[in-house]
């Protein structure tokens, strides 16, 4: 019974903090891309703009939903849902704080502590093709097949790198357990520094699995209208916006395990974390949450730097650059842990 | 053990639950008025010409295909990584590991040689099949 409460006391805690953060990324992205190209941004709603995501969300809530008469109406209402739930899942396995104590109980800060962790990761990320290629058959219009087609192959050839480029993560952790990954960081040293490449690597293939900037072809705007959700509108199209931010914070959170040395900090140890007891895991908490947002904050950054690749370019790039590099930084770690 | 699955199968409930909540909000809510011209396939105010679900070019199929095989590849890594420490001989389990790769490597370079990973294939290429 205990362990049924506060397994669901953790599920409503980072699902709400996910879907808040996905509400709010949009109004963090429209105000640093505004001060990127020195405009003002979103200021009149609320203080600086700030009731704007929920006032945004009434809007899309109260206002009709065209249903075209041409469309595969079961995959149509489907697609959006799959756009979302995969990237809410990945969130079951991702530690986000040191253990806290609960009436004299140790509670992980974790949904569901998988020995297969990692895995459960990369078999939900790939079912978040399904959202897109579900929309780009379903709606049966020009533009949404060309997006829906492309997103397909884009993300499916940078899943191969993302798998790869975690490999050696492995073989230093000995574990594909998060929380086993993120102690050996805490022990030792974190990940991006003992995985450069594969830090590399992993955060490109995070860009494009995400549809971002430069990789975002599947809905690029200049000529595919929006991709595979130009037949949306109303609440779906939302569905599909909350599930792109969200899946940026899980990819963002991702890194923050799997490289950034989760909640760690570079003069604490888990003893000095268990010394101040549950405001450690309060700490730890926020300092995972900070994190992650440094990467979020990245994504922005990128997105109103960098241009758009081509769409030969994207597919060079994953298969005969990443792919090679990700085999080659395996075989250097395997070398560099030979006894 | 199953402690955890049980967390998983509470979190895929809650998933669906929170999907499917602003979708039904929605449909209580929104106003309805279709018409003909509304419920056209987009197509930048042109009339659509023909059916869009067509089939697509040969090359994504290609990619697929080498993605089945890598994807393999990598749930099979997986597992080697992780024991990779307790070999009892660490270089005979990273020679096993090199064959593996370079074995499915060999594969995509083969592939890159035939000019399957070529988006745009080049006119002296195609002459040369012409010819």
Sequence with gaps: MFDIAASLAKIIILTHTTLILAMYMPWVERKVSAWIQDRVGPNRVGYAGLLQPIADTFKFIFKEDVVPGHVNKTLFVLAPCFAVIPSLFILAVIPFGPAVQVMGQSVDLVIADLGVGILFVFAFSGLAVYGIVFAGWASNSKY??????????????????????????????????????????IDGSWNIFTQPLGFLIFAIAAFAETNRLPFDLPEAETELVAGYHTEYSSIKFTMFFAGEYAAMFVFAALVTVLFLGG???????SASFAAMGNWGALLGFAVFLVKSFMFLLLYVWVRFTLPRFRFDQLMNLGWKVLLPLALVNILITGFLNLP | MFLDYHAVLVFLITGVAMVSAPLIL??????????????????CAEDPIGPAQIRFDMRF???????????????????????????????????????FMSIVFLGLVVDWVKGDLDWVKTFHNKRRVQD
């Design chain 2, 61 to 99: 199929y290609t990619t697929a295909l080498i993605f089945i095989i890598f994807e393999v590849e990598i749930a099979l890594m997986f597992p080697w990584a992780r024991v990779f420490r307790d070999a009892p001989n660490q270089t005979l389990a990273l020679g096993a590991g090199l064959i």
């Design chain 2, 26 to 43: 929605g449909f209580l809510f929104r106003p309805s008025n279709p018409y003909p011209e509304k419920n056209m396939a987009y197509e």
């Design chain 1, 263 to 269: 909640w760690d900090l570079p003069f604490m140890d």
């Design chain 1, 144 to 185: 949404p097949m060309l997006g829906g087609v492309r997103a397909s192959a884009q993300m499916i050839s940078y899943e191969i790198c993302l798998g790869l480029s975690v490999v050696g993560i492995f073989m230093g952790a000995e574990s594909l357990r998060m929380l086993d990954i993120v102690q050996q960081q």
